[in-house]
Structures are given as C-alpha cells and as structure tokens.
C-alpha cells in the first residue's frame, strides 16, 4: 500500500531526477499502486461496499451535518471600517475644527 516510506521515497526520487518525464513516471507508479490498493478493496468477495468509491456512513456525510451541528459562522458585530470612511471622517472632523459651526 502507500504509506509514509512510499511518500518518503516518492519525494526523494522527485528531488534526486528533476526532468519531467522521470518525475512524471515517479507519480505513474505511485498512482499504479493506488489504483491496485482501491481495485483489491473493491473485489472483496461477499461485501456490498466498494471501498474507496462506496457511499459514506451517516457519520461521514456532509450533506445534514448542517442540521447536526449548528457550527455556523456567527456575523461580525461590528461595523466594517474602510480607509476610505476614516479618510473622510478626518476630513469632516478638520474641517468642522477650521470652520464655526454657524458658518458652514
């Protein structure tokens, strides 16, 4: 199967041969031995599961873990604050210093 040693070994090969087509033909067989894992999962005699491509539990799904958990992203309660609004608030607040109020 692919596991630590086999990534360890896929990125020292990808470090060692840096043309395309060796590292190309690096992931090939990491892909091959992917594929042959999955494909074995698949053929288990008496199961109805099909391994890597069979459905997922009601643990697994995403589809109603919406209504399970209500982790929500909650609204920012504050108001947002542009450059440009405190760039103007400035200006309003400079000039309201500069100028009597009865005269603007």
Excluded: Y
Excluded at 6 to 25: F, H, P, W, Y
Excluded at 45 to 62: H, P, T
Excluded at 80 to 104: D, F, I, N, R
């Amino acid at each position: 199967g692919i596991g630590p040693a086999s990534v360890i070994k896929l990125e020292t090969d990808m470090n060692r041969k840096r043309s395309a087509k060796d590292q190309k033909d690096f992931l090939r067989d990491l892909l091959r031995v992917a594929a042959e894992n999955s494909k074995g999962l698949e053929n288990v005699a008496g199961r109805q599961e099909n391994g890597v491509f069979d459905r997922a539990g009601s643990q697994e799904a995403l589809l109603h873990q919406k209504s399970k958990n209500n982790l929500a992203v909650q609204d920012i309660p504050e108001k947002l604050v542009t450059h440009s609004m405190v760039v103007k608030k400035h200006q309003k607040h400079v000039k309201a210093q500069e100028e009597p109020e009865g005269l603007a």
